[in-house]
T-cell receptor, first 113, second 114 residues
């Protein structure tokens, strides 16, 4: 069974401090991993996905298959980064289950001025 | 970019009545849509996969007779909560596959059954 774990429900940092949101997953195979963000009163939107290996809004995430982790990092947090962050997993592209996302519990990030 | 419009954003209904939630893909064809449910302070849980022109595929534990999904066109999928009860109160979100690799989410519907 596939599972995504975000151990921290709440995370608070000060502006300019580094931030890391943890995500661990369980899946027998090579899944696709995503980070989604939901700002206050807005819809869920894609932040980044592991296969694109790009940096969005200063955030990066590296897939560590050995540790089955996909932690989200940003070296210098900004107040506008305050939001709910979800880590999600999809079976690999090409299969019939592709796109059936399994979400973690979410982490509320608060960046203080 | 691709947008999914979800309506209503908020609905209150009486116990025993039915409620329909619509998700429309704007400017793209959504052959596949996914319906999720989110309980307060919990994560999103996939309810079903909706494919245009065919029956929806429900996840284990989801009552297909209670949550009716129709995907009759390439731009519209609907979720009808039949004979709603207070325990059906939740936040319902749809998403659509926008291509080989992308998904976009609706803004969600807050259902309260009284």
């Amino acid at each position: 069974a596939q599972r995504v774990t975000q151990p921290e429900k709440l995370l608070s940092v000060f502006k300019g401090a580094p931030v890391e949101l943890k995500c661990n997953y369980s899946y027998s195979g090579s899944p696709e991993l995503f980070w989604y963000v939901q700002y206050s009163r807005q819809r869920l939107q894609l932040l980044l996905r592991h296969i694109s290996r790009e940096s969005i809004k200063g955030f990066t995430a590296d897939l560590n298959k050995g540790e089955t982790s996909f932690h989200l990092k940003k070296p210098f947090a900004q107040e506008e980064d305050s939001a709910m962050y979800y880590c999600a997993l999809s079976p690999p592209n090409g299969g019939t289950s592709y796109g059936k996302l399994t979400f973690g519990q979410g982490t509320i990030l608060t960046v203080h001025p | 970019g691709a947008v999914v419009s979800q309506h209503p954003s908020w609905v209150i209904c009486k116990s025993g009545t039915s409620v329909k939630i619509e998700c429309r893909s704007l400017d793209f064809q959504a052959t596949t849509m996914f319906w999720y449910r989110q309980f307060p302070k919990q994560s999103l849980m996939l309810m079903a996969t909706s494919n245009e022109g065919s029956k929806a595929t429900y996840e284990q534990g989801v009552e297909k007779d209670k949550f009716l999904i129709n995907h009759a066109s390439l731009t519209l999928s609907t979720l009808t909560v039949t004979s709603a009860h207070p325990e059906d109160s939740s936040f319902y979100i749809c998403s659509a596959r926008t291509g080989a690799y992308g998904y976009t989410f609706g803004s969600g519907t807050r259902l309260t059954v009284v």
